[in-house]
């Protein structure tokens, strides 16, 4: 097998457009992050409480081990982020029922009222973003995302 080495030129071009999108993905985080924030400022849930709320909202529960997981945080970080939300009644920790020593985390129905009120607000702003687009733009923005999120998730 033999590789080939890109030519110079591609390579300062494929830099070029990667800084681009690098300005672009700062931008748009910025844009998502302040409209997501909107929404969760009025429960006073940060974007990582947001985030670990939306892991929980897909599992009935979950150990602090597999939430940092989850998180790529520290267990005592994660521990950090549950109490705040514990306090805040949006997740409640119980006690496993084969070992009653294992902490499991679970939503609660106001946590789960956040999450679903921040995902829609998120899909209705992403609604009038794909107006401005193609129907085959729209598509294509679909699966360039969905690959680079599978690239994300392998990481």
């Not at 071009?13 to 009025?42: G, M, N, P, W, Y």
């Not at 193609?134 to 998730?153: D, G, L, N």
Request: one cysteine or more; charged letters at 25%.
């Amino acid at each position: 097998m033999t590789l080939t080495m890109a030519h110079p030129r591609e390579d300062a071009r494929q830099r070029a457009d990667a800084e681009k999108l690098a300005d672009i993905f700062t931008s748009l985080e910025r844009c998502f992050v302040l409209t997501l924030s909107k929404e969760l400022s009025r429960g006073n849930v940060s974007f990582p409480q947001y985030c670990l709320l939306g892991f929980l909202a897909q599992q009935p529960h979950l150990t602090m081990t597999e939430i940092a997981q989850h998180m790529r945080h520290t267990t005592a970080a994660a521990t950090g982020l549950v109490d705040r939300l514990e306090k805040l009644g949006h997740v409640r920790r119980t006690h496993g029922i084969a070992d009653r020593r294992k902490i499991l985390v679970e939503i609660t129905l106001s946590g789960a009222a956040l999450v679903h009120e921040a995902r829609d607000d998120m899909v209705c702003n992403l609604v009038k973003i794909m107006a401005h687009l193609t129907k085959v733009e729209q598509k294509m923005w679909v699966q360039i995302y969905e690959k680079v999120s599978r690239y994300c998730q392998n990481q």
